[in-house]
């Protein structure tokens, strides 16, 4: 596809979406199940949902500017998840392949709003409210769930992280009594 002008610029991009939003929903369950914090599962099947809804919303907007979804691949969300695939045949202590997968994901939420960020402007630019709005309620959720995710990773996954690392440290060590010191 020649990239002409901004609405095949914006069909493009639209196109890059779908395929990493489809990508998405068959990673999500396998990093779910990897995850051994069921706060962490919670908020994959949560976002599994939610990517479901993003992938219709895009569907809507494809049908309401007479584009077919299909026809690009998204080769850095295959790369993001194939890094995710690769830490999850790691042999980890559960809590730190937990952070290890919500780092993965919050690699993904931010190449996603980055994603959504410019597609909703070029729908803004090109007159199309209806698509703005519908990418704007996605690009608000893919930065909530980067929130939650944050939150989870330094108010519990990350501290019980550092505490298995303390854990395996030998006894007087200095990294043990700094573990000790924080709880």
Same mark, same amino acid.
């Given at each position: 596809?020649?990239?002409?002008? @901004?609405?095949? @610029?914006?069909?493009?991009?639209?196109?890059? !979406?779908?395929? %990493? #939003?489809?990508?998405?929903?068959?990673?999500?369950?396998?990093?779910?199940?990897?995850? $051994?914090?069921?706060? !962490?599962?919670?908020?994959?099947?949560?976002?599994?949902?939610?990517?479901?809804?993003?992938?219709?919303? !895009?569907?809507?907007?494809?049908? =309401?500017?007479?584009?077919?979804? =299909?026809?690009?691949?998204?080769?850095?969300?295959?790369?993001?998840?194939?890094?995710?695939? +690769?830490?999850? $045949?790691? +042999?980890? &202590?559960?809590?730190?392949?937990?952070?290890?997968?919500?780092?993965?994901?919050?690699?993904?939420?931010?190449? &996603?709003? *980055?994603?959504?960020?410019?597609?909703?402007?070029?729908?803004?630019? @090109?007159?199309?409210? &209806? %698509? %703005?709005?519908?990418?704007?309620?996605?690009? +608000?959720? #893919? $930065?909530?769930?980067? =929130?939650?995710?944050?939150?989870? /990773?330094?108010?519990?996954?990350?501290?019980?992280?550092? +505490? /298995?690392? *303390?854990?395996? &440290?030998?006894?007087?060590?200095?990294?043990?009594?700094?573990?000790?010191?924080?709880?």
């Amino acid at each position: 596809m020649k990239l002409a002008s @901004l609405r095949d @610029l914006y069909v493009d991009e639209l196109r890059d !979406l779908y395929s %990493a #939003e489809t990508q998405i929903t068959k990673a999500l369950p396998r990093m779910a199940k990897a995850a $051994s914090s069921p706060e !962490l599962r919670d908020a994959f099947q949560e976002h599994l949902e939610q990517t479901r809804g993003h992938v219709e919303r !895009l569907e809507r907007i494809f049908e =309401k500017i007479g584009a077919k979804p =299909k026809g690009k691949r998204c080769v850095a969300m295959e790369g993001l998840i194939e890094e995710g695939k +690769d830490l999850m $045949s790691e +042999d980890a &202590e559960p809590s730190v392949m937990d952070a290890g997968l919500i780092a993965a994901a919050q690699r993904v939420e931010h190449y &996603e709003m *980055a994603g959504y960020g410019c597609v909703r402007t070029y729908a803004r630019i @090109l007159g199309d409210n &209806e %698509a %703005a709005k519908l990418l704007q309620q996605t690009l +608000d959720e #893919e $930065s909530q769930t980067d =929130k939650r995710l944050t939150q989870l /990773a330094e108010n519990l996954i990350n501290i019980e992280a550092a +505490d /298995a690392e *303390a854990e395996e &440290e030998p006894k007087g060590s200095r990294k043990t009594k700094t573990a000790k010191k924080r709880r």
